[in-house]
């Protein structure tokens, strides 16, 4: 499909029983990333949902734009969730980067959706930006690569960390290259993810979300700290649950990916039984 004249891929898993009335959730992936990433945890939601996870412009099989705002990466995720058939109210789960876009939607558009989950995606009050100030690497793929193998084998997670289910990350990796006319490439531009993405007003976006919200983090996340946490809390508010993900680095669904299933399938649940009227809170 095209957005704003920008062929954007997606993955679909139909529901394992189809319904004439769908409801569906879709996932959003991190900087430089793509949608393989979830493509080992979407099939445990097939049960309940039809699932979609998009590659947004710049990154993945989408195409690549001359400019990049969260504006068309807002609309890039509700023309999805429609081709996608995801049915009225679909949720949406962004990890990371993908986390302020789905802030970002979940604040321009809340109403049309059941909820929005941000996974790991930092959030800062000033305070703590002021004593420890990030430090961002530019993500560049200029480089290219003679053959497949050496290029899977320069994969990297960002921020590095190590990972306890090798097989996953090199899964990932063999998606994450395309070939070109020279050799190998990582498939993201670079100006994909240039320096505007730290400029955006993502506290603004976070409180300004109009639909349910929960924020998932790893416990040794590098980027979201329970101090992180508890300031994004107070801007997400008392009623939006909160889920330390135990043994969870920055890249929870690699790291722990049942805990993070498990967590997620509660939420959902949850969600769903309070829009039925069964409940047990807000």
Known sequence: MTVAGCP???????????RSSERGLL?????????HWWRYIAPYFTRDFRVAAIDLSGMGDSGWRAHYTSELRAEEIRAVTAAAQLGERPFV????????????????YGNTLGGAVIVDSP????EQEARH?????????KRVYETFDTALARFRLMPEQPCDNPFIVE???????RRSENGWVWKFDSEAMGSRRFGEPVREYLQAVACRAALIFGEQS?????????YMSSLMGPRAPVVEVPEARHHVMLDQPLAFVAALRMLLDNWMR???GEGSSP
């Open 274 to 276: 309070n829009e039925s």
């Open 133 to 141: 100030p990030l430090t961002r690497p530019p993500m560049g793929n």
């Open 171 to 177: 899964f990932i990796g063999r998606h994450s290259l």
């Open 8 to 18: 954007i891929h997606y993955l679909v898993w139909a529901r394992e029983s189809p």
């Open 222 to 230: 590098a980027l979201v700290t329970r101090e992180t946490a508890s």
């Open 93 to 108: 789960i962004g990890h990371s980067f993908g986390g302020f876009m789905t802030m970002k939607v979940a604040s321009q």
């Open 123 to 126: 959030i800062r009050s000033p």
């Open 27 to 35: 996932f959003v992936h991190g900087g430089g990333a793509h949608s």
